[in-house]
């Protein structure tokens, strides 16, 4: 019986389910670079996939690995501090997305929608800097934008731009204080990170879009 309702299922998951690659740049925000969006960017890339409940609203998980660097002489905002860092981070997270318009991967109709995506993320990596090597590890809350397009009956493009409020203050590594007590990073903001770039998606839609049918009718997908 349970093998029954597994198979039953799969039709339905398939329909649903897309998987795809991601593709873009990364940065950081902090002590280091408070405020210039794609300051010391680098290439970042990984998988998704994303399960759609209907034409508004889809689930979707990501991972992906980029680098997060930066150094006051480059940023500009404390070129006497002469900080530098380079992190290699890897992001987890698991998104909800709404569609502000109905959208179906290979219709006819509803072929592109922008889009708002938010939830939960782990990061994690390795950096260096100016006192030596250190660990990453924190939540973070990612949160943006994007626009999406069907290509045909099967991929969908994506481009979206996110930034991701951490509970950490060291992604930079900077320390609080310097050895005299005098003050060297401000410890009451925590540091953020941004992605955007592109997402390219394989629908494992089993049907025609173009034929109704029992479940687009009661699902609206």
């Given amino acids: 019986m349970v093998t029954f309702i597994f198979l039953a299922g799969i039709p339905v998951l398939a329909q649903r389910g897309e ?4 593709g873009g740049a990364s940065y950081y925000i902090g002590d280091v670079n408070p405020g210039m969006p794609f300051s010391n960017s680098s290439p970042a890339y990984g998988l998704l996939y994303r399960y759609n409940f209907s034409q508004r609203w889809a689930a ?17 905002n404390s070129p006497e501090r002469e900080w530098v860092f380079d992190a290699t981070v890897y992001e987890l997270s698991v998104l909800a997305e709404v569609n502000f318009l109905p959208y179906i991967t290979g219709a006819l109709n509803n072929i592109f929608s922008p889009y708002l995506f ?23 809350m990612p949160f943006g934008i994007g626009f999406k397009i069907s290509l045909n009956k099967h991929f969908c493009l994506a481009g979206e731009w996110g930034y991701r409020k951490t509970l950490t203050d060291a992604i930079d590594n900077l320390p609080a204080t310097w050895p005299n007590d005098s003050q060297f990073s401000n410890k009451t903001t925590n540091d953020w990170y941004s992605f955007a770039g592109l997402t390219l998606t394989y629908s494992l839609r089993l049907d025609d879009p173009k034929k109704c049918s029992d479940f687009i009718n009661k699902y609206g997908y």
């Fill in 19 to 22: 998987f795809g690659v991601i």
């Fill in 60 to 76: 979707r998980t990501n991972l992906w690995k980029g680098n997060l660097h930066s150094s006051d002489i480059t940023a500009g």
């Fill in 118 to 140: 938010g939830g939960l993320a782990i990061l994690l990596g390795n950096g260096t800097s100016n006192y030596g090597g250190y660990t990453l590890l924190s939540p973070a």
